[in-house]
Nanobody, 115 residues
Framework: VQVVESGGGLVQAGGSLRLSCTASGLTFNQYTMAWFRQAPGKEREFVASHVHKDGSTYYADSVKGRFTISRDIAKNTVYLQMNNLKLEDTAVYYC?????????WGQGTQVTVSS
């Protein structure tokens, strides 16, 4: 199983980025897909999730209204569209594939928001 994130980078405050996460080696539509992030010196925190069973989405309060998670089943990919980025969004963003029996993590992609 591989979970690979991409799309991170350096962006100015107020700008946008779209992260991608492609999962292989698993049955993609049987996994809830989630994004987490970890800023320097802080614990990893939940950002957003997309539930495979019914397509429900959930967001951390800090990103509601600015971030959108979506899934492309044909591409085995989940996206995180991030708009109106803030300095406090700077972190390594991790993708997580979760099922009843197991979960898998990607290696992370760095997002840096500058003033």
């Amino acid at each position: 199983v591989q979970v690979v994130e991409s799309g991170g980078g350096l962006v100015q405050a107020g700008g946008s980025l779209r992260l991608s996460c492609t999962a292989s080696g698993l049955t993609f539509n049987q996994y809830t897909m989630a994004w987490f992030r970890q800023a320097p010196g802080k614990e990893r925190e939940f950002v957003a999730s997309h539930v495979h069973k019914d397509g429900s989405t959930y967001y951390a309060d800090s990103v509601k209204g600015r971030f959108t998670i979506s899934r492309d089943i044909a591409k085995n990919t989940v996206y995180l569209q991030m708009n109106n980025l803030k300095l406090e969004d700077t972190a390594v963003y991790y993708c997580n594939a979760i099922s009843t029996y197991d979960d898998y993590w990607g290696q992370g992609t760095q997002v840096t928001v500058s003033s």
